[in-house]
């Protein structure tokens, strides 16, 4: 089994920003890849911020910093991977562009190294079809924001090796993090229990059942959950539940994971959560949720 | 204040034991409220009060009050304190309303839960309300997934609670709580809405025969 000195991540969006500095809080060397230069920077600039306010909260000493920060690198270029031992790929949730990048990958490194796919709602085993090593490619879907969840759905696609999957969740567990075992199956389990419930919330409204801050009090009094799911899904934007529920809905044809009509209204009438400020509730902010 | 008084019908599942719902009830009142198993087939019309509470399980508001053309609605208004099996019971309480219920009783109906401490979530008269309706065929597509191996049951649990923040997990939750009622509230479900997703899964009908049989 090879051990994990450098990681590789694709894509510095929302996802690939956070796992970089998973990775190189935990000591890794940290390359992080995209082809925006853009996304590049202001992924370093959310690590270092991050990273002081680690320091500022005692959760890591200035040393620890220093030594994360010399070691994590940016890239535009896929040749700056070659020295990879595992890369996690949190690029577009496109499925020709995730298996572009593991083909065009399988030249850039060595034997050895594993390719992690963070997707939400592909296959492992389609993302991993014809990229050349098949049996080296594992699920690791990690929770946003990343640098502070600690739950890593992982599944093995059906050509993964053992080896391959056991050494990844050795890796995942090195991180800091707490891995689980799921099938290779839409949504694994947060999405696939996730999408069609909060659907279900969606219907109920339709109905004319219950107004979402009624549903969202039962939710959150009578089961203790922390956010109730009308508020869950203004921060989840209405337009990304919609493709969500495509991606399920044409995998699994369960009707729970067919966007309802009202998300289809609401999504045209631009009520989109949060970030366009009104969905299922009103916020008289446009400052992003936690900011 | 609102004043209030309490036709007890029987055991009641939302208040099984003490709670100063009860013990703020008085001998007369302008609310009434019925509690216990025999509520709906208790209640009575009496347009004196201003609100008349009917403690709900499974049934419907309509079942006591009748219904006609879309147009139901009185002084009557429907209350169930969420549960799950033999949990214990939450605070939230889902108060029940009909199309042309009295503004007045519903605003007396929360003084007098709200006083109480418990936190009221309005809904209109379907079965199932708000919460077994969205918890149901979540719990049957957990207990499917089990059987199916997507992972172990500890594994799911933890997901949610890790990934999701809830305090527990459904497997867990329904083991706590009896898996044999979850089929009871669930299997009423399915017979009122006919669709799948609330068919009792198949770990819930094999709890449930062994109920039967005086097994856990
Ligand atoms: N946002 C979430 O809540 C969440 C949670 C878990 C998993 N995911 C998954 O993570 C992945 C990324 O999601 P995100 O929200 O971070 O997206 P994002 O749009 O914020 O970021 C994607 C980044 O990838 C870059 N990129 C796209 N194609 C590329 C390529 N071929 N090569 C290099 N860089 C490329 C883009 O420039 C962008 O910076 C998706 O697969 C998504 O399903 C998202």
């Known amino acids: 089994m090879t051990t994990i000195q450098t990681v590789g991540v694709c894509g510095a969006g929302t996802m690939g920003a956070g796992i970089a500095i998973v990775a190189a809080r935990a000591g890794y060397r940290t390359v992080l890849y995209d082809t925006n230069m853009k996304a590049l920077e202001r992924a370093r600039g959310q690590t270092e911020a991050f990273l002081a306010k680690s320091v500022e909260r005692g959760k890591l000493t200035q040393e620890q910093v220093d030594a994360a920060m010399a070691a994590y690198k940016t890239t535009d270029t896929l040749d700056g991977l070659a020295e990879c031992d595992i890369v996690i790929e949190a690029v577009f949730e496109n499925l020709s562009v995730k298996q572009e990048l593991f083909a065009k990958l399988n030249a850039v490194c060595p034997e050895h190294t594993l390719f992690a796919s963070n997707t939400s709602t592909l296959s492992i085993t389609q993302i991993a079809s014809g990229c050349g090593r098949e049996d080296r490619v594992v699920g690791m879907h990690f929770c946003l924001p990343a640098q502070l969840m600690k739950l890593v759905e992982m599944s093995p696609g059906l050509n993964t090796s053992d080896t391959a999957f056991s050494a990844a969740w050795a890796f995942c567990e090195a991180l800091g993090q707490k891995p689980v075992k799921t099938k290779d199956a839409p949504g694994f389990i947060l999405n696939y229990f996730l999408v069609p419930f909060n659907n279900d919330v969606i219907r109920l409204i339709e109905a004319g059942v219950a107004e979402p801050a009624d549903i969202d009090r039962s939710i959150k009094a009578g089961l203790g959950y922390k956010m109730g799911p009308c508020e869950l899904l203004d921060l989840i934007g209405l337009d990304t539940q919609v493709l969500l529920c495509d991606a399920f809905y044409g995998v699994t044809h369960d009707p729970r994971c067919a966007a309802p009509p009202l998300l289809h209204r609401m999504v045209a009438a631009g009520h989109l959560g949060r970030k366009s400020g009104r969905g299922f509730f009103s916020y008289d902010t446009d400052k992003m949720y936690g900011a | ?216």
């Open chain 2, 1 to 216: 204040m609102v004043s209030y008084s309490i036709v007890d019908t029987g055991d009641s599942r939302s208040f099984p034991e003490d709670h100063p719902f009860l013990a703020g009830a008085g001998a007369e009142g302008e609310v009434v409220a019925y509690i216990g198993f025999g509520a709906v087939s208790s209640w009575q019309e009496d347009p004196s009060r201003t609100a008349i509470l009917v403690e709900l399980t499974t049934e419907t508001l309509g079942e006591a009050t009748g219904e006609s053309r879309g147009e139901e609605g009185s002084n009557t208004v429907g209350f169930a304190r969420f549960r799950v099996g033999d949990g214990v019971p939450s605070d939230l309480v889902e108060l029940v309303r009909q199309p042309h219920t009295d503004a007045a009783a519903l605003e007396a109906a929360r003084m007098v839960l709200e006083g109480a401490g418990l936190q009221v979530a309005e809904c209109f008269d379907f079965a199932g309300r708000i919460l077994d309706r969205l918890i149901r065929p979540y719990y049957n597509e957990a207990l499917a997934k089990l059987d199916e191996g997507l992972a172990t049951a500890d594994d799911m649990d933890l997901t949610v609670k890790l990934g999701l923040g809830y305090p527990e997990g459904p497997i867990e939750l329904l083991e706590r709580t009896g898996l044999h009622h979850h089929h009871d509230v669930t299997q009423a479900l399915f017979e009122v809405y006919g669709t799948k997703h609330y068919a009792p899964a198949r770990r819930a009908r094999v709890a449930k025969k062994r109920a039967e049989r005086g097994l856990s």
